[in-house]
Nanobody
Framework: QVQLVESGGGLVQPGGSLRLSCAAS????????MAWYRQAPGKQRELVAD???????NYSDSVKGRFTISRDNAKNTIYLQMNSLKPEDTAVYYCHADRLLTQDYRNLNPWGQGTLVTVSS
């Protein structure tokens, strides 16, 4: 059983910072790309940032310069450091693994359960 578990969400004031973590566990051989998505109330889920196993990174324009994604391949974990948070960053943040290969060579694309980030004074 492979699962992704996010942590680190919460309530923060505008201009503040939060750090999210997502750990993948189970019978994992490798994960090609891991990503953070977010979904605000009444809006579609959108990509925030992703990172390949080799370290290539992509950010959405709305978070460039404020958010930093990083990855620990040995721990199958990614992080999202969020600085200079704005009320429009309020959303449920989801972790996603794209092309997760299990030890028995199944190709999965799992999602985490989500963690709520609220930016408000």
């Amino acid at each position: 059983q492979v699962q992704l578990v996010e942590s680190g969400g919460g309530l923060v004031q505008p201009g503040g910072s939060l750090r999210l973590s997502c750990a993948a566990s189970g019978s994992i051989f490798t994960i090609y790309t891991m990503a953070w998505y977010r979904q605000a109330p009444g809006k579609q889920r959108e990509l925030v940032a992703d990172i390949t196993r080799g370290g290539r990174i992509n950010y959405s324009d709305s978070v460039k310069g404020r958010f930093t994604i990083s990855r620990d391949n040995a721990k199958n974990t990614i992080y999202l450091q969020m600085n200079s948070l704005k009320p429009e960053d309020t959303a449920v943040y989801y972790c996603h693994a794209d092309r997760l290969l299990t030890q028995d060579y199944r190709n999965l694309n799992p999602w985490g359960q989500g963690t709520l980030v609220t930016v408000s004074s």
